[in-house]
């Protein structure tokens, strides 16, 4: 399958720019079933899309091009084959506002030139909100034109399913059912007013030309205005201090008053509903991608959803009641929140991840304290040379530079033998949960392609679920 969607883009890449495409590297995919792809040719670089959804292909072409003509910093379309679902885009590269600011932060905090370009992106979101929602198609909307009552039930349906019964966080349905009702007329008040940009946080802003650039708004509707901002502002890995986020919000309404008329204190009153909701959704989407879907990573970011539902609980109080809800919200705050990604299948699942130095190895939350650290800083270096350093340890020119060291065959020899002893011994004993993290300078070349190397090796000799997660590599795509 990897080899068709290589040769579809490629063939689209040569009928575009009339040359033919050098290198194809996969990047990282998110919380989609969206594939990206970077396309090297002779003199141009692109983005290949393969998406296998005609109508959200549809919705994001046609939103692209209404964008763009209102003077949007949005990706240009190159070229679409619609018959095989994919497409071509502007490459804006790979720096997003969300890596920005974890490089940036400073004792937890964002560096000024990080907050500028949050104050950037704000200034430019009523444009997507007013100026631009004027003529534009709803119609291309999926998988709804609004965010109306029946979207806020599946967000709400979504964190009940997926993450309070699958966490067994007590609840009586028929009284959260209640709230539920409740909740969702005071967020009606509000008014669809605008456009619903859906997913606006910092991981789909990239930084490119010294400004910002906007991407993955294929989910767009109708929509209050307030939903976009509680989502850049309360993204749960952004982090962002508290303070700051009062400051942006306070900066929105600086801005979006240049186009509308705003009742201040009415908009902050519903905005923390829209916080709250937004809240909800994030779990249950964590719930389900880590859960169903067994990817980890979605799984590691609950403690931070947490750590915003605490805040939320301790410094706001809507204007309604909605006591089964709250109930169910103070059990989250006050358990520690481990999941289990393994828990009910009983099998042993194996996660293997590559991490930077840097930033340190990634935590555990499956409650076993750990596991495997390979150092992979003694191995021969393919970021010491500069033809080396735009790709990663999953391109083909990396692979073949490391495979032909004997130093790197060697530490991969030792660790399989090592891990080899625990998995017999884990599926022994029953248990359910293995780690193993592979670290490098930078977590792009050889701490990837260790990882890469042991996951292939133990899902082709093993009965075991294999979980592979690139720290520095996938939270670009988060």
């Not at 994919?86 to 932060?105: A, F």
Request: proline letters at 4%.
């Amino acid at each position: 399958m990897e080899n068709d969607h290589n040769e579809t883009l490629k063939k689209l890449f040569t009928r575009w720019s009339g040359e033919e495409g050098i290198e194809i590297i996969a990047l990282p995919t998110a919380g989609s079933y969206r594939q990206y792809y970077r396309i090297l040719g002779q003199s141009q670089t692109v983005v290949g899309v393969i998406s296998p959804d005609k109508l959200e292909n549809a919705a994001f072409l046609g939103f692209t091009k209404h964008f763009r003509e209102n003077g949007l910093s949005v990706p240009e379309v190159y070229a679409v084959n619609e018959e095989e679902n994919c497409y071509l885009l502007q490459d804006l590269g790979d720096l997003s506002l969300l890596q920005n600011l974890e490089n940036g932060r400073k004792n937890g905090r964002p560096d000024a030139v990080t907050m500028q370009f949050y104050k950037d992106t704000i200034r430019e979101l009523p444009r997507f909100q007013i100026v631009a929602a004027e003529n534009l198609n709803y119609n291309l909307c999926y998988p709804a034109k609004e965010f109306d009552a029946r979207s806020m039930r599946w967000d709400l349906n979504y964190f009940k399913y997926y993450f309070l019964r699958l966490l067994k966080i007590p609840f009586n349905e028929h009284l959260l059912e209640n709230d539920f009702d409740r909740l969702i007329l005071y967020l009606l008040k509000a008014g669809n007013t605008g456009f619903m940009y859906r997913d606006f946080q910092a991981r789909n802003i990239l930084l490119h030309e010294s400004k910002p650039w906007f991407i993955d708004y294929q989910g767009g509707r109708r929509g209050p205005l307030h939903y976009d901002l509680a989502s850049l502002l309360f993204q749960v890995k952004a982090a962002l201090p508290y303070d700051f986020r009062e400051e942006m919000l306070h900066w929105y309404l600086d801005c979006v008053s240049e186009y509308r008329k705003i009742d201040r204190k009415d908009f902050i009153n519903h905005y923390y509903g829209f916080v709250l909701i937004r809240l909800l959704q994030v779990m249950g989407a964590y719930g389900f991608r880590g859960y169903f879907e067994r990817r980890a990573h979605f799984l590691q970011s609950i403690p931070y959803a947490i750590e915003n539902v605490r805040w939320w609980l301790d410094h706001i109080k809507l204007e309604i009641e909605i006591p089964e809800l709250i109930k169910a919200l103070n059990a989250i705050a006050v358990t520690e929140v481990r999941p289990n990604i393994d828990a009910a299948a009983g099998s042993l699942t194996i996660t293997v991840s590559s991490f930077s130095y840097k930033k340190g190895p990634p935590p555990d939350y499956s409650g076993n304290g750990g596991g495997f650290v390979f150092d992979c800083r003694a191995l021969p270096n393919p970021g010491r040379y500069e033809h080396f350093k735009q790709f990663t340890g999953r391109d083909a020119s990396v692979i073949q530079f490391l495979e032909r060291e004997p130093l790197v065959a060697k530490f991969l020899g030792n660790v399989y033998k090592l891990v080899d002893q625990s998995v017999l011994e884990y599926q022994k004993r029953g248990f359910t949960s293995l780690q193993v993290n592979f670290g490098c300078t930078g977590g792009q070349h050889r701490s990837v392609f260790c990882a890469e190397k042991l996951a292939k090796y133990l899902e082709e000799k093993y009965s075991v679920d294999i979980s592979l997660y690139h720290t520095e590599l996938d939270k670009h795509w988060l």
